[in-house]
């Protein structure tokens, strides 16, 4: 039995361990299940083909996902191909539609909404003021207006940041970014625990995380592998090894370089390299920076606001004329994996891990749904009742949303019992819910819907 149920809406497209969308899912679901908190993934589409593996590890963590069928992106993708991204229209409806199943299903204490296309559609259900929604921001675009290295039109990013006026919370990383938007500061979880260790292998090369792309700052890392001599070691996609190959040759580097690795190898190469250099010109956090932060120097580029969000005692800058003098300086300072640990870094990331469930966790406690005190709705006829076969005897093709509303302004006054699979509502002191099916069944149980 949950002590909350949440609903954590992702598009597929962000469904990758490798991505940062995909990172904060693994963490949320490992660390909200230990949390005794369920979480169903709503998502707009169902690829088993390219994110069934990665699905079938949130189950594994606790995670069930809801899902309908779907209408095609090919019309939006022709519309924008050449850039200028707009609000996908169709993947706004997979949403709704998804999101009504969910609704039709369990009940929820809050709705985390990581795309700008779930949020928009699901903050104007008119549901609100019963079920607590969250805007999670995953693009500098949603803190911050004048962002240009992201995909979008200009009407499109002032939009997002409209969203930030609703009274409905407004997630994020850091207490800066926070500070910026009126928001929350709701810190993605660690999804490589494994980071949070101390490691004690021998040190070598120059780390980059990231894509090959100018925005990334790929063109100046390779600058200064050029200008120091020092070895290259990059975890990047396939795309972009391809690209990082040809131009290391060219200059005659010594490097390694892997793709989309996750776990313990990824780890492992992180923990085994001796300098980082992140030194992206855009970024919403910065995930990989705080990864690399937690085991060795790490260097960005000065005046970078993103920087902000990480503690300018843990890490290095320079400007972009500088950074080779600054990486040659610290490759040396820090030859082993102690003298970095000694700046007490990872001890820092150990205990602000320690303290993230407890603020998410504090975030859904602060809502309250309005409350009827009305006799007169449905619900109130049954005493113990399972939430879908409520639904269900409304003997409706396509419920309202009057219906779901009904229910959740009554909640206050039954006991909430959450399992796997069912919501429960109960009058009944002593009423224990059914567990019908176990944890690894239930992973399964929304497929198809």
């Not at 090959?212 to 020092?230: C, Q, S």
């Amino acid at each position: 039995m949950y002590n909350k149920r949440i609903a954590f809406v992702i598009s597929t497209q962000g469904l990758k361990p490798h991505g940062g969308i995909g990172q904060f899912a693994l963490g949320f679901v490992r660390e909200m299940t230990k949390a005794n908190v369920k979480v169903d993934i709503i998502i707009d589409l169902y690829n088993p083909k390219k994110n069934g593996e990665f699905m079938q590890t949130l189950k594994n963590y606790g995670a069930s996902f809801i899902y309908t069928d779907s209408m095609s992106y090919a019309k939006h993708n022709a519309t924008y191909m050449f850039g200028g991204d707009s609000y996908n229209l169709e993947r706004q409806i997979n949403f709704r539609n998804a999101m009504l199943k969910a609704l039709e299903t369990n009940l929820y204490d809050s709705i985390v909404c990581n795309s700008h296309e779930s949020y928009r559609v699901i903050s104007e259900m008119g549901l609100e003021k019963c079920i607590q929604i969250i805007n999670y921001t995953h693009y500098e675009t949603q803190v911050f207006s004048g962002v240009t290295t992201d995909p979008f039109l200009e009407s499109v990013r002032e939009s997002m940041l409209l969203a930030n006026q609703t009274d409905n919370v407004v997630g994020t990383q850091s207490q800066f970014n926070a500070d910026a938007c009126n928001g929350v500061e709701l810190p993605i979880f660690t999804s490589e625990t494994a980071l949070l260790q101390k490691y004690d292998y021998e040190r070598k090369g120059v780390l980059f995380i990231g894509t090959n792309e100018d925005r990334k700052g790929a063109k100046t890392f390779l600058e200064v592998i050029k200008a120091t001599g020092l070895p290259a070691k990059i975890l990047t996609n396939a795309p972009g090894a391809k690209k990082f190959e040809a131009s290391l040759n060219e200059i005659g580097a010594e490097y390694e370089i892997k793709t989309s690795i996750i776990g313990q190898e990824k780890v492992d190469f992180i923990a085994s390299a001796r300098v980082a250099l992140n030194v992206a010109i855009g970024e919403s956090f910065g995930m990989a920076f705080q990864e690399q932060l937690m085991q060795l120097p790490t260097v960005g580029l000065s005046d970078m606001r993103w920087l902000n969000n990480h503690p300018a005692k843990y890490y290095f800058d320079a400007n972009k004329n500088d950074l080779s003098i600054l990486v040659e300086q610290l490759y040396n300072e820090f030859p082993t994996a102690e003298s970095y640990y000694a700046t007490g870094a990872l001890e820092y990331y150990q205990q602000r891990e320690n303290e993230i469930a407890k603020m998410w966790i504090d975030t859904f406690d602060s809502f309250n749904s309005i409350q009827s005190t009305s006799s007169k709705a449905g619900i109130l006829q049954h005493s113990t009742i399972k939430y879908s076969d409520y639904i269900t005897s409304l003997n409706r093709d396509d419920c309202c949303i009057d219906d779901f509303r009904s229910v959740y302004t009554n909640k206050h006054k039954y006991r909430v019992i959450h399992t796997d699979s069912d919501t429960w509502l109960t009058t009944d002191a002593d009423f224990v819910a059914p567990e019908a099916v176990s944890t690894a069944q239930s992973a399964n149980l929304f497929e198809g819907l």
